[in-house]
């Protein structure tokens, strides 16, 4: 890995991007912090392989809401399917004159 300063890639640029080519990973520092790191794609070489479904199988992790902890792992959870009165035990009771008038509020009616 090379490291140079913002102001050695402005005198080296043509150099550094060929030795990116060539395989060398180059960072670029600014205040003695990596901020770029410029490297080869593999394609410029000819060398990329062809596309096989599932190859990223595990590389990648769905997360179904924001608020789930990182370390939960929700891509092995299911959803149960919904089942026609399941919520039953769950329904409330409305009176019979819900939608009446209320007497509060028969001066503004």
Do not use: C, W
């Not at 890995?1 to 043509?14: A, S, Y």
Request: proline share 8%; aromatic share 4%.
């Amino acid at each position: 890995m090379i490291e140079v300063t913002m102001q050695e890639i402005e005198k080296n640029v043509l150099q550094l991007i060929q030795q990116a080519i060539a395989g060398e990973e180059v960072v670029i520092l600014s205040n003695n912090l990596p901020v770029v790191k410029l490297s080869a794609i593999k394609a410029v070489n000819g060398e990329r392989k062809p596309s096989v479904p599932g190859s990223a199988k595990g590389l990648i992790r769905m997360v179904e809401q924001e608020s789930a902890p990182p370390d939960t792992d929700t891509t092995t959870t299911k959803k149960r399917p919904p089942v026609f009165g399941s919520a039953k035990p769950y329904l409330i009771h409305m009176a019979e004159d819900f939608d009446a008038p209320l007497e509060d509020f028969a001066e503004y009616m």
